[in-house]
């Protein structure tokens, strides 16, 4: 299949077995040699041909691959994911993780998912998967339901690494322990979360306190949005409060201030228009 060719709807796209997919987009599907923990795939356009091949690291869990996979072409296809932050206004949620037994196969399963009280519990399977990856599948799985998750808190884990997790959360930063060289760093993504990468060794509690300034000098344009939100805060009186900080985590979410007005203004606009239908 080309970039130009028809694409399936987002329910083919997720819901039909994946070899099945494949054949039927006629993707070519190869083993990446990179090793790098932080890569998860990508998805290539021979430039002559426009064909798609589909470029994944091999020895990832069953749950990783197909996730990701998924995720990759309807990137590279341009199919709606159903995801919320770029066509309405997201559900926040705090994410309880702990490890535990999951369903058969599964490296990580979402239970208790309660939208009236924000809440949402993970469990993953150690020998499968490790906390940063869970989460960030999780983040993708929830995203497709109109679900941001605004909070990471580990439980039944160390100080250090649960602290590293709930700040980074708070930033909608996904966490790749082991990951890059040098120094803690943030890194951004096209169309995809941007993600804290520690490297191996690092002193988690140092991570954390450095990760203010990372996010700073990696997203400015975020911060600097972030901040106008606050003064705003600080001028309203609290009147439009809950509104600014929804405002607040989508921009963190996507990383694109712009699209985040627009998409509210557009919201608005709709829901205005929706009101003065209403027969009196």
Not at 122 to 131: C, M
Not at 144 to 168: C, K
Not at 267 to 275: A, H, P, Q, Y
Request: glycine share 8%; net charge negative.
């Amino acid at each position: 299949m080309t970039v130009s060719a028809t694409k399936p709807s987002a329910d083919h796209l997720m819901d039909t077995p994946l070899p099945v997919l494949i054949n039927e987009l006629g993707v070519t599907l190869t083993d990446s040699p990179i090793t790098d923990r932080a890569f998860f795939g990508a998805v290539i356009v021979q430039r002559k041909t426009g064909e798609l091949r589909l470029t994944m690291p091999t020895g990832r869990n069953e749950l990783e691959h197909d996730t990701v996979a998924r995720y990759l072409l309807a990137q590279a296809l341009g199919v709606d994911r159903g995801d919320a932050v770029t066509a309405t206004i997201p559900l926040d949620l705090t994410l309880t993780v702990r490890r535990g037994t999951t369903s058969l196969g599964k490296a990580a399963d979402i239970r208790d998912l309660s939208p009236a009280d924000g809440t949402a519990t993970l469990v993953y399977d150690r020998h499968l998967a490790n906390p940063g990856t869970a989460v960030w599948l999780a983040r993708i799985s929830l995203r497709r339901h109109g679900y941001a998750v605004r909070e990471v808190i580990l439980d039944g884990m160390g100080p250090g690494i649960t602290a590293l997790f709930r700040e980074a959360s708070r930033l909608r930063l996904d966490v790749y322990l082991g990951s890059g060289k040098g120094t803690p760093r943030v890194v951004t993504y096209h169309d995809s979360p941007a993600a804290y990468q520690v490297p191996a060794g690092w002193d988690l509690a140092d991570a954390t306190d450095r990760l203010p300034a990372a996010h700073a000098a990696a997203r400015p344009h975020v911060v600097r949005a972030l901040r106008a939100i606050d003064v705003e805060k600080g001028n309203n009186g609290g009147r439009i409060d809950k509104a600014l900080d929804v405002a607040a985590g989508m921009i963190l979410e996507t990383g694109d201030p712009d699209q985040v007005w627009d998409t509210l203004t557009r919201v608005l606009c709709e829901t205005g228009s929706e009101r003065a239908e209403v027969p009196t």
